[in-house]
């Protein structure tokens, strides 16, 4: 094997994990949500934790979501676990759709110790851009197995828009 040869397998390596980093990105970029602990978030104290990264002041997590869009609404998904349905505060507010939550800390009822706190606990907030205006009053959330949906009403009826582009 040459020296090209190496050099240009090790070009293509770093190309793909660019790429693959970008895309992971990309993708992620409105899913990370940071949580900010509440005064009574009873989380444990870094005593409790054997986790060298557990700090509890700091937590950031995936919020993953899903925006659909047919020609009457569109529907946001976000996966919530761990939550129930009164710990949501949801509004409109403009082209975006906010959604306010608190995630609480259990503790376990026997005595013992934590060896790993990789979830997050605390008050979060996650804004998700809406392609469309929506009615909302006629909007409605539910919540069940971990997954919040909020079905939002657009405005004017029709398909999603695409708009072409012409480069000249």
Same mark, same amino acid.
């Given at each position: ?39 009574? +978030? ?9 986790? +060298?990264?557990?700090?509890?002041? +700091? ?17 946001v998904r976000l996966e919530a676990p761990g939550m129930a349905k009164g710990d949501f505060d949801i509004?409109?507010?403009?082209? +975006? ?52 949906k909020v079905e939002l009403v657009k405005q004017k009826p029709g398909k999603p828009s695409v708009t ?5």
């Amino acid at each position: 094997m040459k020296l090209d040869d190496i050099r240009q397998g090790v070009g293509a390596l770093w190309d793909s994990v660019a790429e693959g980093w970008d895309r992971l990105r990309q993708t992620t970029a409105g899913a990370l949500t940071r949580y900010r602990p509440a005064n009574q +978030a009873g989380l444990p104290r870094p005593d409790e934790v054997d986790d +060298a990264s557990y700090v509890p002041s +700091a937590s950031w997590a995936m919020l993953g979501g899903d925006v659909f869009e047919d020609d009457k609404r569109i529907v946001v998904r976000l996966e919530a676990p761990g939550m129930a349905k009164g710990d949501f505060d949801i509004q409109v507010l403009g082209d +975006a759709l906010v959604v306010r939550g608190e995630k609480r800390f259990e503790r376990e009822s026997t005595a013992g110790r934590w060896r790993v706190l990789q979830c997050a606990y605390g008050s979060f907030l996650r804004t998700v851009p809406l392609p469309a205006p929506v009615k909302e009053d006629e909007s409605r959330a539910t919540y069940r197995q971990g997954v919040l949906k909020v079905e939002l009403v657009k405005q004017k009826p029709g398909k999603p828009s695409v708009t072409q582009i012409t480069v000249h």
